[in-house]
């Protein structure tokens, strides 16, 4: 594949990604993109953080979705605001040419009411933390039961921050004929066995050694006592 123009991803996504740049594929590009565009299969995909994850999985989901269908398609879990408003972020400049997509990121920190607003008015693709989105589903503002793809992005830190409740009761409301993707850059026991109660027959892609950092990230830690680590946080900024 090398080059976005070879995946047939729509011809608005692929203006949308040459805008910003985007050429060629990268290697968790290559080995996800295709498959997904034409599969329903579950997937599990180890890559290194920083190689283009959200793009792998998020270019064929725009693809994918019914613009003119505003039940929720799509749910996409993560394990920070951070990440969750830079994955909603990256997959609204991804689809800034698809007239009509409605994406939103629900999290905590946030007003849960400004998000049931926009829950109200309908939307395809909702990225949240599982905090929020179980609350939201608790509520019922979020309804998950008809959503065709579940995608758990950085599934080793949302179990290492301790939402596996969250997560399982997440997938508990969703419907059985689903397609779940799951990417991470490291495959733990827990990841393991999350895969093995929630996923069917999964494909296995890895673009890199398991459990093992990426090459290009730099590393660097400070210890600080707790009252310190806002101003720690300050300097290094």
């Not at 080995?31 to 994850?53: F, P, Q, V, Y």
């Not at 050694?209 to 009252?227: L, R, S």
């Amino acid at each position: 594949m090398n080059t976005f123009e070879n995946t047939g991803l729509d011809k608005n996504i692929l203006k949308a990604i040459a805008s910003l740049g985007f050429e060629k594929t990268t290697p968790i590009q290559e080995s996800t993109i295709s498959i997904l565009m034409n599969s329903n299969k579950d997937m599990i995909a180890t890559a290194e953080t920083g190689t283009g994850k959200t793009a792998a999985f998020g270019l064929p989901m725009l693809h994918l979705t019914d613009i003119g269908d505003l039940t929720t398609q799509s749910l996409v879990l993560c394990p920070t605001r951070e990440l969750c408003i830079q994955i909603a972020l990256d997959l609204a400049n991804y689809a800034k040419n698809m007239d009509g997509i409605n994406i939103l990121s629900v999290y905590g920190g946030s007003s849960i009411e400004n998000q049931i607003k926009a829950l109200r008015k309908g939307v395809h693709i909702v990225i949240g933390t599982p905090g929020r989105t179980k609350d939201l589903i608790k509520r019922k503002k979020l309804k998950i039961h008809s959503v065709a793809r579940v995608i758990l992005d950085e599934a080793d830190e949302m179990l290492t921050m301790g939402f596996k409740e969250d997560l399982e009761a997440i997938l508990g409301e969703t419907p059985k004929q689903k397609q779940t993707l799951l990417f991470s850059a490291t495959m733990s026991q827990k990841v393991i066995s999350i895969t093995k109660k929630y996923m069917h027959n999964p494909l296995e892609i890895s673009v890199a050694p398991m459990n093992v950092g990426a090459k290009n990230v730099k590393h660097i830690y400070y210890m600080v006592h707790i009252k310190d680590r806002y101003e720690a946080i300050k300097r290094i900024a």
